[in-house]
Protein backbone atom coordinates (compact mmCIF):
# COMPACT_ATOMS: atom_id res chain seq x y z
CA UNK A 1 0.00 0.00 0.00
CA UNK A 2 1.38 3.58 -1.09
CA UNK A 3 2.30 6.27 1.53
CA UNK A 4 0.00 8.80 -0.39
CA UNK A 5 -2.76 6.08 0.09
CA UNK A 6 -2.01 5.41 3.50
CA UNK A 7 -2.23 9.81 4.53
CA UNK A 8 -5.20 9.27 2.58
CA UNK A 9 -7.10 6.96 4.57
CA UNK A 10 -5.75 8.89 8.12
CA UNK A 11 -6.40 11.90 6.99
CA UNK A 12 -8.45 12.46 3.81
CA UNK A 13 -8.07 15.21 1.83
CA UNK A 14 -7.55 18.08 4.13
CA UNK A 15 -5.01 16.31 6.13
CA UNK A 16 -6.20 17.85 9.86
CA UNK A 17 -4.43 17.54 13.25
CA UNK A 18 -6.65 15.99 16.24
CA UNK A 19 -6.14 19.30 17.55
CA UNK A 20 -8.28 20.63 14.60
CA UNK A 21 -10.46 17.61 14.04
CA UNK A 22 -11.79 18.51 17.56
CA UNK A 23 -12.30 22.26 16.67
CA UNK A 24 -14.23 20.75 13.89
CA UNK A 25 -16.65 18.53 15.66
CA UNK A 26 -17.03 21.17 18.72
CA UNK A 27 -18.47 23.38 15.76
CA UNK A 28 -20.64 20.88 13.93
CA UNK A 29 -21.92 19.46 17.29
CA UNK A 30 -22.96 22.64 18.19
CA UNK A 31 -24.65 23.65 15.08
CA UNK A 32 -27.04 19.99 15.25
CA UNK A 33 -27.80 21.17 18.70
CA UNK A 34 -29.13 24.78 17.79
CA UNK A 35 -30.44 23.04 14.65
CA UNK A 36 -32.45 21.26 17.95
CA UNK A 37 -33.32 23.51 20.27
CA UNK A 38 -33.83 26.66 18.30
CA UNK A 39 -35.26 25.16 15.16
CA UNK A 40 -37.43 21.88 15.62
CA UNK A 41 -37.85 23.03 19.28
CA UNK A 42 -38.67 26.60 19.86
CA UNK A 43 -39.37 27.59 16.59
CA UNK A 44 -41.40 24.71 15.00
CA UNK A 45 -43.06 22.75 18.46
CA UNK A 46 -43.77 25.80 20.17
CA UNK A 47 -43.89 28.50 17.34
CA UNK A 48 -42.15 30.78 19.67
CA UNK A 49 -39.74 32.58 17.38
CA UNK A 50 -39.73 32.36 13.53
CA UNK A 51 -36.50 32.38 11.18
CA UNK A 52 -35.60 33.93 7.79
CA UNK A 53 -36.74 31.70 5.26
CA UNK A 54 -32.65 30.90 4.36
CA UNK A 55 -31.72 30.38 8.17
CA UNK A 56 -34.63 27.75 8.43
CA UNK A 57 -33.77 26.15 5.31
CA UNK A 58 -30.35 26.07 6.27
CA UNK A 59 -31.41 24.61 9.88
CA UNK A 60 -33.72 21.85 7.62
CA UNK A 61 -30.70 20.86 5.84
CA UNK A 62 -28.19 20.54 8.39
CA UNK A 63 -31.17 18.09 10.71
CA UNK A 64 -31.06 16.30 7.25
CA UNK A 65 -27.64 15.95 6.95
CA UNK A 66 -26.45 15.22 10.70
CA UNK A 67 -29.49 13.54 12.31
CA UNK A 68 -32.17 11.89 9.76
CA UNK A 69 -35.16 13.23 11.60
CA UNK A 70 -38.23 14.66 9.59
CA UNK A 71 -39.05 18.05 11.28
CA UNK A 72 -42.74 17.30 11.10
CA UNK A 73 -42.08 13.84 13.03
CA UNK A 74 -39.98 15.66 15.62
CA UNK A 75 -42.33 18.20 16.04
CA UNK A 76 -45.08 16.18 16.83
CA UNK A 77 -43.18 13.94 19.46
CA UNK A 78 -42.46 16.59 21.26
CA UNK A 79 -45.76 18.24 21.43
CA UNK A 80 -47.30 14.97 22.39
CA UNK A 81 -45.03 15.00 24.82
CA UNK A 82 -45.87 18.40 26.17
CA UNK A 83 -50.10 17.24 25.67
CA UNK A 84 -49.84 14.08 27.54
CA UNK A 85 -46.36 14.77 29.74
CA UNK A 86 -45.82 11.85 32.72
CA UNK A 87 -48.35 9.92 31.45
CA UNK A 88 -48.62 6.51 29.94
CA UNK A 89 -49.38 8.00 26.06
CA UNK A 90 -45.88 10.31 26.86
CA UNK A 91 -43.40 9.01 24.46
CA UNK A 92 -39.93 9.52 26.90
CA UNK A 93 -41.35 9.67 30.24
CA UNK A 94 -39.24 8.22 32.86
CA UNK A 95 -42.05 8.23 35.40
CA UNK A 96 -43.62 5.43 33.24
CA UNK A 97 -41.17 3.57 30.86
CA UNK A 98 -38.28 4.36 33.61
CA UNK A 99 -34.94 6.33 34.04
CA UNK A 100 -32.67 3.34 32.14
CA UNK A 101 -34.97 3.08 29.19
CA UNK A 102 -35.24 7.02 28.75
CA UNK A 103 -31.26 7.43 29.27
CA UNK A 104 -30.00 4.40 27.23
CA UNK A 105 -32.67 3.82 24.66
CA UNK A 106 -34.54 7.59 24.70
CA UNK A 107 -33.42 7.24 20.41
CA UNK A 108 -35.75 3.88 20.51
CA UNK A 109 -38.31 6.03 22.32
CA UNK A 110 -37.98 8.56 19.83
CA UNK A 111 -38.40 5.65 16.56
CA UNK A 112 -40.87 4.08 17.80
CA UNK A 113 -43.09 7.43 18.46
CA UNK A 114 -42.51 8.88 15.11
CA UNK A 115 -44.30 5.18 13.20
CA UNK A 116 -47.39 6.56 14.99
CA UNK A 117 -48.92 8.20 11.86
CA UNK A 118 -52.15 9.20 13.90
CA UNK A 119 -50.13 11.64 16.50
CA UNK A 120 -47.59 12.50 13.41
CA UNK A 121 -51.10 13.68 11.55
CA UNK A 122 -52.67 15.33 14.97
CA UNK A 123 -49.05 16.80 16.62
CA UNK A 124 -47.76 17.90 13.44
CA UNK A 125 -49.39 20.47 12.02
CA UNK A 126 -48.21 23.67 10.51
CA UNK A 127 -44.35 22.01 9.56
CA UNK A 128 -42.62 22.88 6.56
CA UNK A 129 -44.31 20.63 3.12
CA UNK A 130 -42.53 22.17 0.26
CA UNK A 131 -41.93 19.93 -2.46
CA UNK A 132 -38.45 19.35 -1.13
CA UNK A 133 -39.78 18.22 2.09
CA UNK A 134 -41.69 16.02 0.54
CA UNK A 135 -39.35 14.70 -1.78
CA UNK A 136 -35.83 14.61 -0.04
CA UNK A 137 -36.27 15.16 3.49
CA UNK A 138 -38.85 13.02 4.10
CA UNK A 139 -38.65 10.28 1.37
CA UNK A 140 -35.07 10.03 1.43
CA UNK A 141 -34.42 11.12 5.48
CA UNK A 142 -31.29 8.72 6.07
CA UNK A 143 -29.74 9.86 2.81
CA UNK A 144 -28.40 12.94 4.82
CA UNK A 145 -26.14 11.27 7.04
CA UNK A 146 -25.40 8.73 4.38
CA UNK A 147 -24.09 11.97 2.68
CA UNK A 148 -22.36 13.07 5.24
CA UNK A 149 -20.50 9.74 6.24
CA UNK A 150 -19.35 9.64 2.52
CA UNK A 151 -17.70 13.71 3.18
CA UNK A 152 -16.38 13.33 6.40
CA UNK A 153 -14.39 10.03 4.85
CA UNK A 154 -12.89 12.13 1.57
CA UNK A 155 -12.02 15.23 3.68
CA UNK A 156 -10.64 13.83 6.75
CA UNK A 157 -10.13 10.10 6.20
CA UNK A 158 -10.90 7.64 9.01
CA UNK A 159 -10.86 10.57 11.26
CA UNK A 160 -13.95 11.37 9.82
CA UNK A 161 -15.42 8.35 10.29
CA UNK A 162 -14.86 8.65 14.36
CA UNK A 163 -16.16 12.36 13.81
CA UNK A 164 -19.68 11.22 11.95
CA UNK A 165 -19.82 8.35 15.09
CA UNK A 166 -19.72 10.91 17.78
CA UNK A 167 -21.99 12.78 15.80
CA UNK A 168 -24.72 10.13 14.89
CA UNK A 169 -24.31 9.45 18.49
CA UNK A 170 -24.74 13.18 19.78
CA UNK A 171 -28.30 14.54 19.67
CA UNK A 172 -29.27 10.64 20.89
CA UNK A 173 -27.22 11.11 23.97
CA UNK A 174 -27.75 14.57 25.06
CA UNK A 175 -31.06 15.25 23.79
CA UNK A 176 -32.92 11.98 23.89
CA UNK A 177 -31.26 10.26 26.97
CA UNK A 178 -29.56 13.26 29.00
CA UNK A 179 -32.57 15.80 28.45
CA UNK A 180 -35.98 13.39 27.83
CA UNK A 181 -34.48 11.63 30.87
CA UNK A 182 -32.38 13.34 33.71
CA UNK A 183 -34.53 16.35 32.74
CA UNK A 184 -37.59 14.32 34.45
CA UNK A 185 -35.74 12.70 37.06
CA UNK A 186 -32.97 15.09 38.65
CA UNK A 187 -32.14 18.28 39.15
CA UNK A 188 -33.63 21.71 40.94
CA UNK A 189 -36.75 23.26 40.19
CA UNK A 190 -38.12 27.06 40.00
CA UNK A 191 -41.64 25.99 39.15
CA UNK A 192 -44.00 23.66 40.87
CA UNK A 193 -45.19 22.39 37.59
CA UNK A 194 -47.74 19.65 37.44
CA UNK A 195 -45.02 17.48 35.70
CA UNK A 196 -41.34 16.10 36.81
CA UNK A 197 -39.34 18.69 34.72
CA UNK A 198 -35.95 19.63 36.20
CA UNK A 199 -33.26 22.19 35.33
CA UNK A 200 -30.28 20.11 35.32
CA UNK A 201 -27.82 22.83 35.49
CA UNK A 202 -28.08 26.61 35.28
CA UNK A 203 -25.39 26.55 32.11
CA UNK A 204 -24.50 24.25 29.91
CA UNK A 205 -23.08 25.39 26.58
CA UNK A 206 -23.12 22.10 24.93
CA UNK A 207 -27.02 21.34 24.66
CA UNK A 208 -27.96 24.27 23.51
CA UNK A 209 -29.99 25.73 26.85
CA UNK A 210 -32.20 22.62 26.70
CA UNK A 211 -30.64 21.61 30.60
CA UNK A 212 -32.99 24.55 31.73
CA UNK A 213 -36.01 22.06 31.02
CA UNK A 214 -38.35 22.79 34.58
CA UNK A 215 -38.18 26.55 33.27
CA UNK A 216 -39.38 25.48 29.56
CA UNK A 217 -42.24 22.81 31.09
CA UNK A 218 -43.54 26.14 33.52
CA UNK A 219 -43.48 28.26 30.22
CA UNK A 220 -43.27 26.26 26.62
CA UNK A 221 -44.24 28.86 23.93
CA UNK A 222 -41.00 31.14 25.74
CA UNK A 223 -38.29 31.59 22.71
CA UNK A 224 -36.00 32.32 26.07
CA UNK A 225 -35.62 29.50 29.05
CA UNK A 226 -33.36 31.07 31.56
CA UNK A 227 -35.31 32.85 34.02
CA UNK A 228 -32.97 33.52 36.98
CA UNK A 229 -30.46 35.78 37.06
CA UNK A 230 -27.96 33.55 37.57
CA UNK A 231 -28.96 31.14 34.21
CA UNK A 232 -27.38 31.39 30.76
CA UNK A 233 -29.10 29.93 27.93
CA UNK A 234 -26.87 29.92 24.74
CA UNK A 235 -29.82 28.82 22.61
CA UNK A 236 -31.67 32.56 23.18
CA UNK A 237 -28.11 34.62 22.84
CA UNK A 238 -27.89 32.78 19.57
CA UNK A 239 -31.99 34.17 18.81
CA UNK A 240 -30.99 37.68 19.72
CA UNK A 241 -27.79 37.28 17.68
CA UNK A 242 -29.94 36.89 14.97
CA UNK A 243 -32.80 38.68 15.75
CA UNK A 244 -30.02 42.04 15.71
CA UNK A 245 -29.00 40.79 12.18
CA UNK A 246 -33.13 40.59 11.41
CA UNK A 247 -32.35 36.51 10.78
CA UNK A 248 -34.77 35.84 14.01
CA UNK A 249 -38.34 37.62 14.92
CA UNK A 250 -39.18 36.78 18.36
CA UNK A 251 -43.07 35.89 18.78
CA UNK A 252 -43.28 34.87 22.43
CA UNK A 253 -41.23 35.08 25.89
CA UNK A 254 -42.54 34.39 29.40
CA UNK A 255 -44.66 37.16 30.44
CA UNK A 256 -42.46 39.20 33.48
CA UNK A 257 -44.41 39.31 36.67
CA UNK A 258 -44.23 42.22 39.12
CA UNK A 259 -46.40 42.47 42.48
CA UNK A 260 -48.10 45.62 43.08
CA UNK A 261 -48.58 47.14 46.75
CA UNK A 262 -51.85 47.83 48.99
CA UNK A 263 -53.95 46.05 46.48
CA UNK A 264 -56.91 44.78 48.85
CA UNK A 265 -58.92 42.82 46.58
CA UNK A 266 -57.98 40.57 43.49
CA UNK A 267 -58.79 42.68 40.11
CA UNK A 268 -58.53 41.53 36.71
CA UNK A 269 -54.89 42.35 36.40
CA UNK A 270 -53.93 39.86 39.27
CA UNK A 271 -56.25 37.57 37.62
CA UNK A 272 -54.49 37.78 34.16
CA UNK A 273 -51.20 37.83 36.32
CA UNK A 274 -52.04 34.29 37.92
CA UNK A 275 -53.17 32.37 34.40
CA UNK A 276 -49.79 33.56 33.11
CA UNK A 277 -47.78 32.76 36.18
CA UNK A 278 -50.03 29.48 38.03
CA UNK A 279 -46.84 27.60 38.61
CA UNK A 280 -45.00 30.73 40.10
CA UNK A 281 -48.14 31.14 42.39
CA UNK A 282 -48.00 27.10 43.30
CA UNK A 283 -44.30 27.51 43.99
CA UNK A 284 -44.34 30.54 46.10
CA UNK A 285 -47.89 28.81 48.27
CA UNK A 286 -44.95 26.02 48.82
CA UNK A 287 -42.24 27.82 49.95
CA UNK A 288 -43.89 31.17 51.76
CA UNK A 289 -46.93 29.14 53.42
CA UNK A 290 -46.08 25.04 53.39
CA UNK A 291 -41.86 24.96 53.85
CA UNK A 292 -42.74 27.36 57.24
CA UNK A 293 -45.26 25.57 58.58
CA UNK A 294 -43.41 22.11 58.40
CA UNK A 295 -40.32 24.18 60.07
CA UNK A 296 -43.00 25.33 62.87
CA UNK A 297 -44.63 21.65 63.26
CA UNK A 298 -40.56 20.13 63.83
CA UNK A 299 -39.85 22.97 66.14
CA UNK A 300 -43.14 22.11 68.34
CA UNK A 301 -42.13 18.37 68.37
CA UNK A 302 -38.35 19.29 69.34
CA UNK A 303 -37.05 17.58 66.41
CA UNK A 304 -35.41 17.89 63.00
CA UNK A 305 -37.48 18.73 60.44
CA UNK A 306 -35.61 15.87 58.57
CA UNK A 307 -36.23 13.52 61.36
CA UNK A 308 -39.95 14.59 61.56
CA UNK A 309 -40.42 14.14 57.69
CA UNK A 310 -38.11 12.68 55.62
CA UNK A 311 -36.64 14.61 52.74
CA UNK A 312 -38.12 12.93 49.67
CA UNK A 313 -41.53 13.24 51.42
CA UNK A 314 -41.18 17.08 51.83
CA UNK A 315 -40.50 17.68 48.60
CA UNK A 316 -43.31 14.99 47.42
CA UNK A 317 -45.83 17.00 49.37
CA UNK A 318 -45.96 19.51 46.49
CA UNK A 319 -47.92 17.56 43.96
CA UNK A 320 -49.86 15.35 46.78
CA UNK A 321 -47.66 12.44 46.77
CA UNK A 322 -48.02 12.14 42.68
CA UNK A 323 -44.84 10.49 42.14
CA UNK A 324 -44.03 8.42 45.01
CA UNK A 325 -44.43 4.72 45.27
CA UNK A 326 -47.84 3.09 46.57
CA UNK A 327 -46.66 2.83 50.03
CA UNK A 328 -44.60 6.28 50.14
CA UNK A 329 -47.66 8.21 49.18
CA UNK A 330 -49.66 6.34 51.72
CA UNK A 331 -47.10 7.15 54.51
CA UNK A 332 -46.93 10.70 53.82
CA UNK A 333 -50.50 10.88 53.64
CA UNK A 334 -50.98 9.27 57.18
CA UNK A 335 -48.28 11.50 58.63
CA UNK A 336 -50.83 14.63 56.70
CA UNK A 337 -53.89 13.02 58.20
CA UNK A 338 -51.96 13.67 62.13
CA UNK A 339 -51.75 16.80 61.34
CA UNK A 340 -54.80 18.98 61.09
CA UNK A 341 -52.69 22.51 59.82
CA UNK A 342 -50.52 20.81 57.35
CA UNK A 343 -53.78 19.24 55.86
CA UNK A 344 -55.85 22.35 56.21
CA UNK A 345 -52.69 24.39 54.30
CA UNK A 346 -52.75 21.63 51.16
CA UNK A 347 -56.65 22.04 51.17
CA UNK A 348 -56.48 25.52 50.78
CA UNK A 349 -53.47 24.83 47.79
CA UNK A 350 -55.80 22.51 46.20
CA UNK A 351 -58.50 25.12 46.05
CA UNK A 352 -56.43 27.94 44.72
CA UNK A 353 -55.15 25.33 42.19
CA UNK A 354 -58.72 24.89 40.92
CA UNK A 355 -59.26 28.34 40.65
CA UNK A 356 -56.16 28.45 38.74
CA UNK A 357 -56.56 25.29 36.54
CA UNK A 358 -60.31 25.38 35.96
CA UNK A 359 -61.73 25.59 32.02
CA UNK A 360 -65.34 25.67 32.68
CA UNK A 361 -65.67 29.41 33.93
CA UNK A 362 -65.56 32.81 32.23
CA UNK A 363 -63.24 35.21 33.54
CA UNK A 364 -65.63 37.00 35.86
CA UNK A 365 -66.84 33.94 37.76
CA UNK A 366 -63.19 32.63 37.89
CA UNK A 367 -62.19 36.33 39.32
CA UNK A 368 -65.39 35.98 42.29
CA UNK A 369 -63.73 32.85 43.15
CA UNK A 370 -60.14 34.33 43.48
CA UNK A 371 -61.33 37.10 45.42
CA UNK A 372 -63.31 34.35 47.91
CA UNK A 373 -60.23 32.41 48.25
CA UNK A 374 -58.08 35.46 49.13
CA UNK A 375 -61.08 36.72 51.88
CA UNK A 376 -60.76 32.96 53.14
CA UNK A 377 -57.21 33.25 53.17
CA UNK A 378 -57.41 36.73 55.45
CA UNK A 379 -59.74 35.12 57.61
CA UNK A 380 -58.33 32.22 58.58
CA UNK A 381 -55.63 33.22 61.21
CA UNK A 382 -52.77 31.88 59.90
CA UNK A 383 -49.94 34.43 58.91
CA UNK A 384 -48.17 32.76 56.22
CA UNK A 385 -51.11 32.29 54.45
CA UNK A 386 -52.60 35.86 55.33
CA UNK A 387 -48.84 37.45 53.91
CA UNK A 388 -49.53 35.05 50.95
CA UNK A 389 -52.99 36.54 49.78
CA UNK A 390 -51.84 39.87 50.55
CA UNK A 391 -48.93 39.17 47.68
CA UNK A 392 -51.59 37.22 45.63
CA UNK A 393 -53.36 40.13 45.69
CA UNK A 394 -50.51 42.00 44.28
CA UNK A 395 -49.65 39.90 41.27
CA UNK A 396 -49.45 42.03 38.16
CA UNK A 397 -47.71 41.29 34.61
CA UNK A 398 -45.09 44.12 33.55
CA UNK A 399 -46.54 45.76 30.10
CA UNK A 400 -44.69 45.02 27.14
Known amino acids: MSASLIDFLAGGLLQLGWWDMLLYLLVVTQLTIFTVTLYLHRSQAHRAVDFHPLVAHFFRFWSWLTTSMVTREWTAVH ?3 HARCETADDPHSPMHKGIGTVFWRGADLYRAARLNR ?7 KGCPDDWIERHLYTRFAN ?3 VLLLAVSFVLFGFKGVAAWA ?14 NGLGHWWGYRNFETTDTATNLTPWAVWVGGEELHNNHHAFPSSAKFALRRFEFDIGWAAIRLLAALRLARVLRVAPTLRLRPNIHIPDAETLKALLAHRFQAMTDYQR ?5 ALREEAAAAG ?10 LRKAMADDGRWLQPDARAQLQAWVEARPRIRGLLEQRRRLAEVLESRGHDAAERLRRLQAWCAEAEASGVRALQEYA ?10 A
Open 303 to 312: AKLRALLPRK
Open 118 to 124: EDIAQYG
Open 79 to 81: RKH
Open 390 to 399: ARLRGYALVQ
Open 166 to 179: IQMAWIPFWAAGVI
Open 143 to 145: AGV
Open 288 to 292: NVLAP
